[in-house]
């Protein structure tokens, strides 16, 4: 079945600093991947996707991530951290072999951007 | 431009009681979801529904279903209350395939089972 690990329950860096969130999947056959942002008492926002191409994605506020299928992971990344995206992240999977039907999200990660 | 919309966004239920959560959305999608939030446990998928016409279990479906009235629309139902079901509940939708797969939430239901 298709799956998503978040091995982080929590991120704690610094602002101006470098940030990254770690994702790795579990599908058969070539996946899409999420990356989504909740801010509390808030529904959850979109952040960037991998379908297809550019191993390397360019999402909203700055983030992106980098597909690796060699190590089935999507890690979330920014280049400089703001207090503002202090938030919790998750990462979500849909799998071909469903016909890319369900959405699987993992158990998110808290990001701590302290200034 | 309201994407999608869930109600209500509180309830409190008695161990025992029905009801039913509704969502509607305005997108045109042909995919919809719903989702429970735990602390800890991440979005975990209750039921699914890939069209009009067309509803699967997800990872938790036990104690719930779901009806799909027409494209706009998808509720969860829950016949028998449970505090276990205490949760904070999410309607979402999305294209299947194509430039468009990501999912747009609505903004969750609180419930309490008491």
């Known amino acids: 079945a298709q799956s998503v690990a978040q091995p982080e329950d929590q991120v704690n860096v610094a602002e101006g600093n470098p940030l990254t969130v770690k994702c790795t999947y579990s599908v058969s056959g070539n996946p899409y991947l999420f990356w989504y942002v909740q801010y509390p008492n808030r529904g959850l926002q979109f952040l960037l996707k991998y379908i297809t191409g550019d191993n390397l994605v360019k999402g909203s506020y700055g983030f992106e991530a980098e597909f690796n299928k060699s190590q089935t992971s999507f890690h979330l990344k920014k280049p400089s951290a703001l207090v503002s995206d202090s938030a919790l992240y998750f990462c979500a999977v849909r799998d071909r072999r469903t016909g890319f039907q369900k959405l699987v999200f993992g158990t998110g990660t808290r990001l701590l951007v302290s200034p | 431009n309201a994407g999608v919309t869930q109600t209500p966004k509180f309830q409190v239920l008695k161990t025992g009681q029905s009801m039913t959560l509704q969502c509607a959305q305005d997108m045109n999608h042909n995919s919809m979801y719903w989702y429970r939030q735990d602390p800890g446990m991440g979005l975990r998928l209750i039921y699914y529904s890939a069209s009009e016409g067309t509803t699967d279990k997800g990872e938790v479906p036990n104690g719930y279903n779901v009806s799909r009235l027409n494209k706009r629309e998808f509720s969860l139902r829950l016949e028998s209350a449970a505090p276990s079901q205490t949760s904070v509940y999410f309607c979402?939708?999305?294209?299947?395939?194509?430039?468009?797969?990501?999912?747009?939430f609505g903004q969750g239901t609180r419930l309490t089972v008491v």
């Open positions: 979402a939708s999305s294209d299947r395939t194509g430039a468009n797969t990501e999912a747009f």
